[in-house]
């Protein structure tokens, strides 16, 4: 059974700081790879997915990095701002099925 | 992106009750919707596969007769707790992927909190 794994917990930086964020997954015959962002109680908005014969995506300050082989994926903050605070999750998807998600990140950008 | 839209956002309700909460796909068609929960401070986890036309897939641990998914139609799927007691008190979120292809991406709704009282 998947399991998805995201390091830190928790991360508090100031703004303007480089971040990374990282995710590991253990059963590496995934179909695709997709990273979140989750505000306060809200929903979820894809930030990026990364399709299992990708090694990244980028999409404005983020860029995301896939290494099946070792069951790893990076999100990658550039130049953080306030607006970045969320939780960023990571999930894994296996075939048809739907995802299996990370406990998240919870990241504070400070002013 | 694909819009999916989900309602009510927030119910509350009384013990012994049922609730249904709705998951729409408003600009595409989608054959397989995903129904989530999270608890507080947790991941979200899987509840089940719903899919048009048939019966839908629960994952272990998960009570199909207290958890009712109906996918009528190729933009709609159902959810409802029934005899909901305060520990069905969680945040649902579905997730719909456009068309019958098993390599979109997933787009998901705003969630529904749901309190029993």
């Known amino acids: 059974k998947q399991e998805v794994t995201q390091i830190p917990a928790a991360l508090s930086v100031p703004e303007g700081e480089n971040l990374v964020l990282n995710c590991s997954f253990t059963?590496?015959?995934?179909?695709?790879l997709q990273w979140f962002r989750q505000d306060p109680g809200k929903g979820l908005t894809s930030l990026l997915l990364?399709?299992?014969?990708?090694r990244e995506q980028t999409s404005g300050r983020l860029n995301a990095s896939l290494d099946k082989s070792s069951g790893r994926s990076t999100l990658y903050i550039a130049a953080s701002q306030p607006g970045d605070s969320a939780t960023y999750l990571c999930?894994?998807?296996?075939?048809?099925?739907?995802?299996?998600f990370g406990k998240g990140t919870h990241l504070i950008i400070q002013p | 992106g694909a819009v999916v839209s989900q309602h009510p956002s927030r119910v509350i309700c009384k013990s012994g009750t049922s609730v249904k909460i709705e998951c729409r796909s408003l600009?595409?068609?989608?054959?397989?919707m995903f129904w989530y929960r999270q608890f507080p401070k947790q991941s979200l986890m899987l509840m089940a596969t719903?899919?048009?036309?048939?019966?839908?897939?629960?994952e272990q641990g998960v009570e199909k007769d207290k958890f009712l998914i109906n996918h009528a139609s190729l933009t709609l799927s159902t959810l409802t707790v029934t005899s909901a007691h305060p520990e069905d008190s969680s945040f649902y979120i579905c997730?719909?992927?456009?068309?019958?292809?098993?390599?979109?991406?997933?787009?998901f709704g705003e969630g529904s909190r749901l309190t029993v009282l």
């Open positions: 997730s719909a992927r456009p068309g019958t292809g098993g390599d979109g991406e997933l787009f």
């Open positions: 059963d590496s015959a995934i179909y695709n």
């Open positions: 990364i399709q299992s014969s990708q």
């Open positions: 999930a894994a998807r296996g075939g048809a099925d739907g995802l299996t």
């Open positions: 600009d595409f068609q989608a054959t397989t």
């Open positions: 719903s899919n048009e036309g048939s019966k839908a897939t629960y």
